[in-house]
């Protein structure tokens, strides 16, 4: 099951050019992430105030907020799965920002720079195997120019990645970036319900059905249950203000958690291949799952006696046969 945590990604970033600012520096590179990988005295699993923390910046309430939506989503395949973004705004702040999201570009001298004059989120169609089944996966990766001082990366990303059930609504979300140590996942309520039904309650020490043993997860943890629409839609992604962390995915059903508007501005959206070559890596790790490295176990309890479950859920509602995904654009 090609579900991937942060660790995963860790290992597509660390095995590519990835955050560099010249191709040649690759070897240097990987030596200073794998020096970073574990602190010393960095904990296995979060804490009580990790989680704490974590939870509290998903109902985070933005006073004010500027909203992103793509320019045009017609050739991507994408309709209203593109997501949208919510940037909370309070200046003055304490310390810059980390820029922009933008364009990533190669100079001329072979350095990955970001040009914050094009804002860019790239994307990419993948499929998954769940339980026997194929599954449509999206994934939303953007980059800043600059990076947040308690980062170890030398370049800020942020990356959603959005799991679709057979009728094409979310599924399970994924929300990594480069601040984060721990696997945060977004579920549909559908999901959670149904797990409810298989499992009763929750294991000890977790809060959803979903979650598996601490022991067999230790970094993941379901964050929040999202409302579903009446269509399928991409999520809000909700990012704070200065360090534009991920603080919460939210369906378009929901109650904003931004108080006012106070600009709308478009992102062009383009493939995840219109990355520089030297990103090729990356790009292909993200959409096969090839040498992620990471866990074996999966991040959620998603047995096959679930999924059949699922699927005889949507048969019922849909009065017939699941329609097969097909393949993505």
């Known amino acids: 099951m090609v579900i991937m945590g942060r660790n995963s990604v860790a290992g597509a970033i660390n095995g590519c050019a990835l955050f560099l600012f010249s191709a040649h520096t690759c070897a240097q590179f990987n ?26 910046m998903a109902d985070l309430e933005f006073k004010k907020a500027i909203f992103w ?14 997501i949208l973004l919510v940037e909370q705004v309070e200046p003055p702040a ?3 920002p980390i820029g922009q999201f933008g364009a990533v570009v190669e100079n001329a001298n072979g350095k990955i720079e970001v040009q914050e004059s094009e804002p860019t989120i790239y994307f990419g169609w993948a499929q998954t195997k769940i339980g026997g ?5 999206i ?8 990076r947040a001082p308690d980062s170890r990366w030398p370049i800020a990303w942020r990356m959603v990645r959005l799991t679709l059930d057979k009728s094409g609504a979310l599924f399970t979300a994924e929300a990594i970036d480069d601040l984060d140590k721990w696997d945060r ?3 549909s309520a559908s999901l959670e319900d149904l797990t409810q039904q298989l499992y009763r309650v929750p294991k000890p020490g977790r809060k959803f059905c979903l979650e598996r043993p601490v022991e067999e997860a230790p970094k993941a943890m379901v964050v929040r249950v999202m409302e579903e629409g009446p269509i399928p839609t991409g999520p809000y992604v909700y990012l704070t203000w200065p360090d534009r962390e991920i603080s919460t995915l939210l369906c378009r059903c929901s109650p904003s958690q931004a108080e006012e508007f106070v600009e709308d501005r478009t992102y062009v959206l383009r493939p995840l291949q219109a990355l520089p070559s030297s990103l090729k890596l990356l790009w292909e790790g993200l959409l ?6 990471g866990s074996t176990v999966p991040d959620l309890r998603l047995p096959t006696a679930l999924m059949d479950l699922i699927k005889q859920t949507q048969q019922q509602f849909q009065g017939g046969a699941v329609p097969d995904p097909g393949s993505p654009p």
């Open 94 to 96: 304490l310390r810059p």
């Open 185 to 187: 996942f977004f579920v």
């Open 69 to 82: 939506k793509p320019q045009n989503t017609i050739g991507t395949g994408l309709g209203d799965m593109a």
């Open 288 to 293: 096969t799952g090839k040498g992620m490295g």
């Open 133 to 137: 089944d194929t599954y449509r996966q």
């Open 31 to 56: 030596q200073e992430v794998t020096k970073q990988e574990t602190p010393k005295g960095q904990p296995t699993t979060p804490t009580l105030e990790d989680i704490a923390r974590i939870r509290s």
């Open 139 to 146: 994934t939303f990766l953007w980059f800043y120019p600059n």
